[in-house]
């Protein structure tokens, strides 16, 4: 009894209406269980916090379950195995997961987990650019927008381009040659995609919010060719506005809209502008498309090896600020990847 190891969870405590408050968060602490056979046990290090765990915390039909109320929530997560009973898993080495949001978790058998490397890259860097976040910007970028190489003369216009995703999207199209503008929520991230991530263009959407359209209409005198879409609302009717014929525009995520009380929205007035001008709209979920992940690895290794792809962290320390650092995310209060260190 006396060596019963404690741990921490966050719960979903009640679901959210707008932007998540601290409320709808709970720490709890739970008994740990010790692992039996052909099981192990993970202590977390870090964890990702995600836009769209938001949507996992309504209760709707998705291709994701909902989180449960006063259950642990889920996420990205990388830990080390601090006892094991699987002979395929040795202490010391360190697993990404699925099992975020808590100190503590046991593995079953080892199938739920990748093990990583740590002589390899910092790990919390497989949460971030080398891992699903780094692969949604690739696969949207290449995969669903059709960019390929020598991309001299296109335009790519990318929103929330300082965010994780929205950073590794700016510079994969700057690597294939393209002319990249990125919108952004103030003049310390303007300056950051404009010096460290070598973008061609940036403006802060919020001074005149209204006028996204016609910033892009001036800073894209020729059209857009490819828009990639992280917010939705008003940067797609924008982007519509002023895309090329025959342009893609990539659907990544609408983070404007997922606090809106009538989720999905209906909004985008000019959608009829996506005949006239004969674009092709995609939406994609990153988790479609695993069977990229060694080309991925490759070519966004060799591209940071090469100092071609730059990226910022934003660290929220404690698994108690987790709820904060999911906020953030719909606050634009940080920049890059977010991560908690546990
Ligand atoms: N399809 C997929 O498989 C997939 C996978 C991963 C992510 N996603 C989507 O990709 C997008 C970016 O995700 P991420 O993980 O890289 O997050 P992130 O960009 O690091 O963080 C979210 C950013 O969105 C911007 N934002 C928040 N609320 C906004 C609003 N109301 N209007 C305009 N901008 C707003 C903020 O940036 P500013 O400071 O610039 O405003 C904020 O920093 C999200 O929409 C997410 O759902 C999709």
Known sequence: MGNERIGHEI????????????????????????????QFLVRNVWMSVD?????????AKSYLPSFQLNKPLEGDCVGQIIES????????????SNFGWREYWISTDGNDVTKIDAKEAPIQRYLGVLGRTGLTAYVGLLKIG????????????????????????????????????????SLEKVKWLLDEAGID??????????????????????????????????????????MKVFGRIVLCGM???????TFPSTRTYNLFLAIRNRLKIQG??????????????TNMSKWISEGKIKWEETVFEGLENASKAFIALFKGEKMGKTLVKI
């Open 11 to 38: 719960h979903l405590k009640e679901r959210p209406v707008g932007i998540p408050t601290e409320n709808s968060f709970e720490l709890v602490s739970v008994s740990v269980p010790n692992p039996k056979e052909a």
């Open 51 to 59: 836009p769209y765990m938001r949507g996992r915390m309504r209760e």
């Open 85 to 96: 009973k699987n002979n395929r898993f040795k202490v010391g080495e360190y697993v990404l």
């Open 146 to 185: 059709e960019l390929k190489g020598g991309g001299g003369n296109k335009t790519v216009f990318v929103s929330a381009a300082s965010g994780a995703v929205g950073s590794v999207a700016c510079q994969i199209a700057k690597i294939k040659g393209c002319h990249v503008v990125g919108s952004t929520s």
């Open 201 to 242: 263009y940036a403006f802060n959407y919020k001074v005149g919010e209204d006028n996204i359209s016609s910033e892009l209409r001036r800073v894209c005198p020729n059209g857009i060719d490819i828009y990639f879409d992280n917010v939705g609302g008003r940067h797609l009717e924008a982007a519509l506005d002023n």
């Open 255 to 261: 983070i404007s809209q997922y606090n809106v009380d």
């Open 284 to 297: 994609f979920i990153v988790r479609d498309h695993y069977d990229i992940l060694t080309e991925f690895c």
